[in-house]
């Protein structure tokens, strides 16, 4: 009977939280109108809508703005669920936190602007427009030609004056997809010479590791269990082990909203659930590719954080913005 109502309870904490087997799905519509009017869909589990803007021109430039973000007051609806929103129009199921009074800025004629939805699931849609004529027009993301002639500025650190230290290893947690890490420590071993071996998949529990409402799991709990299948040993070479994981996380002591990246004194976990956020897929490669760099700087080559939004080991990480503007370097 206890095994019974632990997987009815287990079942149940899956359907809510999207980590089935079944992604969610989730889809946005933007119309041509100005202000224009965004129509979600999919069962996907709403956690907010944020319109960004306008994108900068310049690599050095400040990150594109939070103009206008709408948020559900108490649980996550479908997206089904909502109505069709109007940019400056809050719906009776939503509220405001950006601004945080007043309306919203004017979309202004000739600027680009970013328009999406963040989910509990992998899914999160999200549509680029420019304001031409008076109309929102969908603006392909290839077209848009970012200024990096300032990177000719960003000297990186020359990798053949570092010494690394130890080995590294790769966990798939939660069965991280293993093709995914392969590339990946191809690439490593490529760029910056550095071994890596990829571990079997961390023996961890659900419960062990997620927050049931959040949504999300605790980073320092994957931290623990890497501790645990991966205790320290001080006879042994120095281990770095970066625990990949494929659902959302956050720092509980950080009180942090989610996280991209955490690391413990040898340990560390990546969450890619939200890479995908305002990202194609070598977008999000290369922003994968990102966090995997900033570890092994910091791990590895026991390098410190930088003030340059240029390096990848950029100090003040919050956001895609943040991972768009790095260079894959040091």
């Not at 944020?50 to 994108?55: A, D, I, K, T």
């Not at 800025?105 to 963040?118: A, D, F, H, Q, R």
């Not at 770095?240 to 956050?250: A, R």
């Amino acid at each position: 009977m206890k095994s019974k109502i632990a997987a009815f309870w287990l079942a149940l904490i899956l359907s809510v939280y999207g980590l089935s087997a079944c992604e969610r799905s989730a889809q946005i519509v933007v119309t041509t109108d100005n202000p224009p009017t965004i129509k979600l869909s999919g069962d996907a589990l709403f956690d907010w809508l944020e319109v960004r803007g306008p994108l900068p021109e310049r690599m050095d430039d400040e990150g594109p703005a939070i103009i206008w973000k709408l948020v559900p007051p108490s649980s996550p609806p479908q997206l089904n669920s909502l109505p069709a929103i109007t940019y400056g129009t809050v719906p009776p199921q939503l509220i405001q936190t950006e601004p945080k009074t007043g309306r919203p800025p004017v979309l202004m004629e000739g600027k680009i602007y970013s328009i999406g939805v963040t989910t509990r699931g992998s899914n999160h849609p999200h549509k680029t427009i420019v304001i031409r004529s008076g109309k929102a027009e969908e603006f392909s993301e290839e077209d848009y030609k970012v200024d990096n002639t300032n990177l000719s500025s960003f000297l990186p650190t020359d990798v053949r004056n570092l010494h690394g230290a130890g080995r590294v290893y790769f966990v798939p947690v939660m069965n991280y997809a293993a093709p995914t890490l392969e590339r990946l420590a191809e690439y490593e071993k490529k760029k910056y010479e550095v071994p890596i071996e990829i571990k079997p998949n961390l023996p961890t529990s659900l419960s062990d590791t997620y927050d049931q409402q959040t949504g999300q799991h605790i980073a320092e709990k994957i931290i623990e269990s890497l501790k645990q299948q991966y205790p320290p040993n001080a006879s042994e070479e120095r281990a770095i082990y970066i625990g990949f994981l494929p659902q959302d996380m956050y720092i509980k002591g950080q009180k942090s909203r989610f996280a991209y990246v955490y690391h413990d004194d040898g340990y560390a976990v990546i969450s890619d659930a939200r890479l995908a956020i305002f990202a194609n897929d070598s977008q999000q490669t290369a922003r994968l590719r990102k966090l995997v760099n900033s570890i092994i700087g910091t791990l590895y080559y026991n390098l410190p954080s930088s003030e340059d939004r240029r390096s990848v080991l950029f100090k003040d990480l919050r956001g895609p913005d943040d991972l768009d503007r790095m260079s894959e370097d040091f």
